[in-house]
């Protein structure tokens, strides 16, 4: 963001020494360094407002009113921005290149893409334990984009490590499948 201060210097390095020496002068540069600042940012914040990931909090939730979704207490911050960057993933064939990319806005962790041969899809993805996203609108999403003859499971798995008796760490993993 521009600073006030900069932007007088600037204004007063267009004027004659003499002529900045009036109150008056003074006071016409500081406001037009203010005014000037205050277009400065706000080109700043319309740019910003034009990416969903470095959009305001005010432009989220217009967004979220726009595209219909709910508001969800579980879904926060980047979750919420990454819900709705999924929406405006490109159109077109729905293959697992593009499976992929709409995991990936939730979640930074694998996923593995298979076509059933019953006409099916199986999405699987090898959570982290310190993941945050929610599955429900990862997998909403992926309902939203397939067609409609194909049916959708999404197997999440978490691997996760316990201490065993003599100081050995064991990794299980949990799975959980959601039939749609």
């Known amino acids: 963001m521009y600073h006030t201060e900069e932007i007088m210097r600037q204004i007063r390095s ?3 020494l003499w002529l900045l020496e009036f109150k008056e002068m003074d006071a016409l540069v500081s406001a037009a360094a203010r005014m000037l600042e205050a277009a400065a940012n706000a080109v700043v914040l319309a740019v910003e407002n034009q990416f969903v ?3 305001q909090d005010k432009m989220i939730e217009e967004l979220e009113r726009f595209l219909g979704i709910g508001y969800e207490v579980l879904r926060a911050g980047e979750n919420r921005k990454g819900f709705i960057a999924s929406h405006f993933i490109g159109n077109g064939r729905f293959g697992p290149d593009k499976i992929k990319e709409v995991v990936a806005m939730f979640t930074g962790s694998p996923c593995n893409v298979a076509y059933l041969p019953d006409s099916g899809i199986h999405v699987e993805i090898v959570r982290d334990t310190n993941d945050s996203f929610v599955l429900n609108d990862c997998v909403a999403i992926l309902n939203k984009r397939k067609p409609a003859h194909l049916t959708l499971t999404v197997t999440l798995s978490s691997p996760f ?16 499948t959601i039939n749609h």
């Not at 008796?165 to 799975?175: D, K, L, P, R, S």
């Open 53 to 55: 990931h470095s959009a």
């Open 14 to 16: 267009c004027y004659p």
């Open 161 to 176: 490590s316990v201490g065993a008796f003599y100081g050995v760490a064991m990794t299980e993993f949990h799975q959980e």
